[in-house]
């Protein structure tokens, strides 16, 4: 069904963005012949000396088909960018987090004590947030963080590019309030993270009058990361009279429950999910099996912005015309947040200036539209978007068809 050819896989609208990128591209190539020096600030674009960035991401454990996203979108602004940032050059020191919380304790610690990096970026798990932040606090090491954010006390040194953990779910509570008809099936992992995801739906939903079809009107949390078969739980959806399931899962959970769901009884219940459900390397796992998931996400490749074409082009060159996850885009701006924050803080920078500086930015020009982070909570107030995964040409894509909502505090 699907071509083995890698250009005929591009969806039509990705192949016009890339082209359009690629021209852009070479646009921006003959006027500049040094776009980071050039974005980079008088003091920092003098600067020779080199710094060393730590990344940690899920390279093994339950979210390693979401790590190596976090990981290449970083390296593919540095690619881009003549491997330097505020006109420095680069060490990448990458270190796993695997399931994340306390395996991701030494990982950080080696970066902060004894590879003394300038900051650190990454990070795909919550509980991960809950070990790693404390110590680079402690350290006055500024933590750029892309996965999903949990609420945290002392925000001082952690700068989110991604959203609340609250948020996808937030955004699409509504919305299915108001267009599904009646009552939804929810289900999320047992886990903190979970927990904070699918409150984020029934708050909201609850709000707009919606109700759970769930017994007891009470989510259904799954054992994390023991549960690979959710047959057994599939199965209950059908006998409650549910109108849609939502659900957040992510990496090799989110596989096993889109499959599950594909080949259960409650196959013909529409699924609605927070959008990592269905990203990059998940959604090829996946296969037919994600056909028709309608997703709430703070971006979709199909944005017609020029931030967006640049890193549509960038990484479908790279990756053979695989469409760009959300995960990605999330580093990628980390390092240009990164990128922009060095060259405020001058010709030596320093873990606190470049604290500071990060956090007078402002406006962020993003490939998921313009966003800048909340004064409080240093989380984005961006757009959320509804996604339906479907074939556009021959591949199978995360589609935007329509707006949700601005969220940020």
Excluded at 58 to 86: M, R, V
Excluded at 209 to 214: E, I, Q, S, T
Excluded at 305 to 331: C, D, H, I, L
Excluded at 339 to 352: L, V, W, Y
Aim: glycine share 12%; proline share 7%; charged share 15%.
């Amino acid at each position: 069904m699907f071509s083995s050819s890698p250009a005929s896989r591009r969806p039509r609208r990705l192949r016009a963005i890339m082209a359009i990128g690629a021209v852009t591209a070479l646009a921006a190539a003959g006027c500049s012949s040094d776009k980071s020096s050039k974005s980079s600030g008088s003091g920092a674009a003098k600067g020779d000396s080199q710094i060393t960035i730590g990344l940690i991401t899920a390279l093994s454990g339950s979210n390693k088909a979401l790590g190596p996203d976090h990981l290449n979108g970083f390296k593919l602004y540095l690619e881009t960018h003549g491997n330097k940032l505020g006109g420095h050059d680069v060490k990448l020191d990458v270190g796993d987090e695997a399931d994340g919380g306390a395996a991701a304790v030494p990982v950080a610690n080696k970066m902060l004590k004894e590879d003394k990096v300038l900051a650190i970026a990454g990070i795909v798990a919550t509980p991960t947030i809950n070990a790693v932040v404390p110590l680079a606090t402690a350290a006055g090491v500024p933590v750029v963080n892309t996965g999903g954010r949990p609420t945290v006390k002392d925000v001082s040194h952690l700068w989110t590019m991604s959203f609340m953990s609250t948020d996808p779910g937030g955004a699409m509570g509504p919305y299915m309030a108001q267009n599904v008809g009646g009552p939804v099936y929810v289900f999320g992992p047992d886990y903190q993270g979970g927990y904070d995801q699918i409150r984020g739906f029934t708050d909201s939903f609850a709000k707009a009058g919606g109700k759970l079809a769930n017994d007891g009107g009470k989510p259904a949390f799954t054992p994390f990361p023991t549960t690979t078969d959710f047959t057994p739980f599939l199965a209950k959806v059908k006998a409650t009279g549910a109108k849609a399931i939502y659900c957040f899962y992510t990496g090799s959970s989110a596989i096993a429950f889109v499959k599950n769901w594909a080949q259960s009884d409650a196959k013909d219940v529409p699924l609605y999910a927070a959008g990592f459900i269905t990203e990059g390397g998940t959604l090829k796992a996946e296969g037919p099996a994600a056909a028709g998931i309608i997703t709430s996400m703070n971006y979709s490749p199909d944005i017609p912005s020029a931030a967006n074409r640049t890193f549509v082009s960038a990484w479908m060159q790279k990756y053979n015309g695989e469409q760009p996850p959300a995960t990605a885009m999330y580093s990628w701006d980390a390092a240009s947040v990164l990128d922009q924050a060095i060259a405020k803080a001058g010709p030596n920078p320093t873990s606190a200036s470049v604290n500071e500086a990060i956090k007078a930015l402002g406006q962020i020009d993003s490939p998921r539209g313009p966003w800048q982070l909340s004064a409080d909570t240093h989380v984005p107030i961006q757009k959320w978007y509804l996604r339906k995964t479907q074939l556009d040409g021959t591949a199978l894509a995360n589609v935007k068809i329509g707006d949700l909502a601005t969220i940020g505090s």
